[in-house]
């Protein structure tokens, strides 16, 4: 079978919509773990990466140096290392074996560290915290934390909170295991771990994701490397499918204006009726009769063409007042490209649009 060239590209669009449109679900393998000094253990880390085929490293209260021996192991074998050397004063840091990305939250309250991870077209961001058990929790941490959350959520990718909070969730009587949970919960996010954390009991360690996408099954499992347990789990990383919308528009600008009167006079529309076969029409026969002509002319003149366009999430922040501003600022850069008189507005209404868009 012989297609022409049209055809050929219609099928080839047709065809790639249709696979960009396909859910595309990649798996990590997450681990954290509270290693209390890694400077010394560095061979059972990475035992313990082999042993899981992990993807994703989660290490708290590593205590090394910002050049310390074992950052420089981790590095040689091929591996990316988000890290943050704290003062010599324990804990020390944490780090994180992915790409990195800074939340660009400051804190002192806890330490923690964000990255994004970007696996081909997938991703995902993870907040690491770490919050010392010799420092009591006051309404600064959930304040902070609050704060950091509320800069991570409103991001289009899925947000997986872990680390050590030194904060028991088996007790749901005590008030500061109860204010986590209600600040996970205005956020969106719900706690996976349901087991003792701890060699003693208690459950210290949080992985959280989003309370309204498939609930990770989080393993605890008892390593040998610290008092605290290792916490194993595998996310899907899924990509939102696309959504396309198709309009339908017609080229009304390059329409020749006097081919369109002499086709317009030569119409039925304009004819003189010598035998007065329409005095008696009624009105929705006359306006099917004007829409059926003009619709005629124009498929001849201005042939109606169709465009699909793929329809992209809004940032949560980007509400009314962004979107007038955005739609003014267009108006006006328009009219300054056919006219010089609406430079110094559109200039303006441009750093309006930007002062506003920092604001939110």
Known sequence: MVKSDDARVRATTT???????????????????NVQSANNKIDEIMDVRCEHALDVMLLSETWHDGDSVSIRRV?????????????????????????????????????HLCAWLVVHSSACTVLLVYHPGSVAVDSTFFEELSSLLDQLVT??????????????????????????????????L?????????DRGGI?????????????????????ISDHRLLHWISQLERPPPVYHTSTYRLWRRINLDEFKATLRQSTL????????????????LADQYTGVITSIADRLVPMKSVTCRRRASN??????????????????RRCN??????????SEFQHYRQLTHRK
Not at 190 to 198: E, I, K, L, Y
Not at 204 to 218: P, S
């Open 15 to 33: 065809d790639w919509v249709l696979c960009h449109t396909t859910p595309v679900v990649r798996h990590l393998v997450f681990d954290a773990l």
């Open 75 to 111: 590095r040689a074998k091929g591996l990316q290392v988000l890290e943050h050397a704290c003062p010599r004063i324990r804990p020390a840091s944490l780090r994180v074996n992915a790409v990195s990305l800074d939340g660009g939250q400051r804190v002192s309250s806890f330490q």
């Open 155 to 188: 991001r289009s990718v899925p947000v997986i909170v872990a680390g050590n909070f030194n904060i028991r969730l088996d007790r749901p009587d005590d008030h500061r295991c109860r204010h986590l949970l209600d600040v996970l919960s205005a956020h969106g």
């Open 190 to 198: 719900q706690c996976r771990v349901s087991s003792p954390t701890h």
């Open 204 to 224: 210290l360690d949080v992985v959280a994701t989003r309370a309204d996408l498939t609930a990770l099954e989080v393993s605890v499992l008892e390593v040998g």
């Open 270 to 285: 304009c004819a003189v009726s010598i035998d007065g076969d329409n005095d008696d029409a009624d009105v929705d026969t």
């Open 316 to 333: 949560v922040w980007f509400d009314d007042e962004c979107c007038a501003a955005h739609k003014k600022c267009r108006w006006l850069e």
């Open 338 to 347: 056919r006219s010089p008189a609406y430079k110094k507005q559109w200039r």
